[in-house]
């Protein structure tokens, strides 16, 4: 071989020398900016999830007594011991956010009717229905219809103070777990006992009776829902079991003022269509609660920020809620105007 062979050789295998060096230090400054992206990625993730000292795990990270639906896998509140950071995690993005504010917004909404509806709303619309001498409401009125307000209140605000504060620690989301259920209680007992004065409007010793067996049964349930039995996860189908039994006593005096009145008439004073409509609803969100619907159905993690069975449960109890409130008011004006009448 020439000598200008062998230096074309030499020139040519250090040319290919170059280029293989030259890709290594490509791919490896690649796989550095990668690294270096995908470290920043982590800490914007470890950032997001953890704000003002609120950490946000998945369902391995927690304590067990944190452990309550094993199909919800991510976007926990970590135990934080302190009331400031549950309040902190208000403006954050967990898998208990939808079930908060879908109940604080409601309850703040009832709380201003309770305040101002009796007075400044519901004597207009009967101003505007019988005109400017249809007389004052009695105070019995008042009652009814606040007692309802006030219940709904309750309910909707002790749901979400226990859906901010559970993630505290065990002592305190045991006690607002009762809580919960207290005001699941109350909810269910103004609700019966509203309806029952202008179903009984005219027989005062039925509405009487049904109103005493009522707070008899939410008795009852208090004392249940107090054990702390009660509060465990496998009770969950229990619980809402429980409240349904609760919810159907209200059947009895529908029923009985259907045999005493007759149907139609019965199904006049408390305005029946809103009453089922109001059943279906509450008896839907229990049922999907209880049996953890839809995400049972899916692979664990489908469903940890929105549409799982406890935010569904959540806009039922809403809607049942309002539509209770429409039969209340008129079931009202509908006693009101005077037009009971006893079928022969």
């Known amino acids: 071989m020439s000598v200008r062979s062998r230096a074309s050789s030499t020139v040519s295998n250090s040319s290919i020398v170059v280029t293989i060096h030259d890709l290594n230090d490509i791919k490896t ?17 470890a950032e997001e999830k953890n704000v003002d000292g609120v950490k946000i795990v998945n369902w391995t ?24 950071k549950c309040m902190k995690s208000l403006k954050m993005m967990h898998n208990e956010t939808i079930n908060i504010w879908s109940h604080l917004i409601p309850s703040c909404v009832y709380l201003f009717l309770l305040i101002f509806f009796t007075d400044f709303m519901l004597e207009k619309k009967l101003t ?24 709904a209140f309750l309910c ?18 045991v006690l607002w777990s009762k809580a919960d259920y207290m005001g699941i209680i109350i909810l269910i007992s103004t609700s019966i006992i509203s309806l029952l004065y202008y179903g ?35 009770w969950k189908a229990i619980r809402a079991m429980f409240f349904i039994m609760f919810a159907a006593s209200g059947l009895l005096p529908i029923i009985t003022g259907c045999f005493y009145f007759g149907i139609q008439e019965a199904v006049n004073r408390v305005q029946l269509e809103y009453v089922f409509y109001e059943a279906v609803c ?29 935010q569904i449960f959540h806009i039922f109890c809403v809607a049942g809620s309002i539509f209770h409130f429409k039969a209340l008011v008129a079931s009202f004006v509908h006693a009101k105007m005077g037009i009971h009448q006893i079928s022969a």
């Open 128 to 151: 505007t229905l019988l005109g400017p001498d249809h007389g004052a409401m009695d105070t019995i009125d008042y009652i009814m219809v606040n007692i309802f307000l006030l219940g």
């Open 29 to 45: 400054n690649v796989v550095n900016r990668k690294r270096r992206a995908s470290s920043i990625v982590v800490r914007a993730v």
């Open 61 to 84: 990270e927690l304590s067990e007594w944190q452990q309550d639906n094993e199909y919800i896998f991510d976007g926990y509140v970590q135990e934080t011991n302190s009331v400031k």
């Open 156 to 173: 909707l605000f002790c749901s979400s103070c226990f859906h901010c504060f559970k993630q505290h620690s065990e002592n305190l989301s």
């Open 200 to 234: 009984f409007h005219d027989n005062l010793f039925l509405c009487k009776l049904f109103t005493v067996l009522t707070t008899i049964f939410g008795a009852v349930c208090g004392v249940f829902v107090l054990n702390d039995r009660f509060n465990h996860k496998d």
């Open 282 to 310: 509450y008896i839907t969100g229990a049922l999907i609660y209880g049996f953890k619907i839809p995400e049972c159905y899916y692979k664990p993690g489908k469903f940890d920020y929105v549409f799982n069975s406890h």
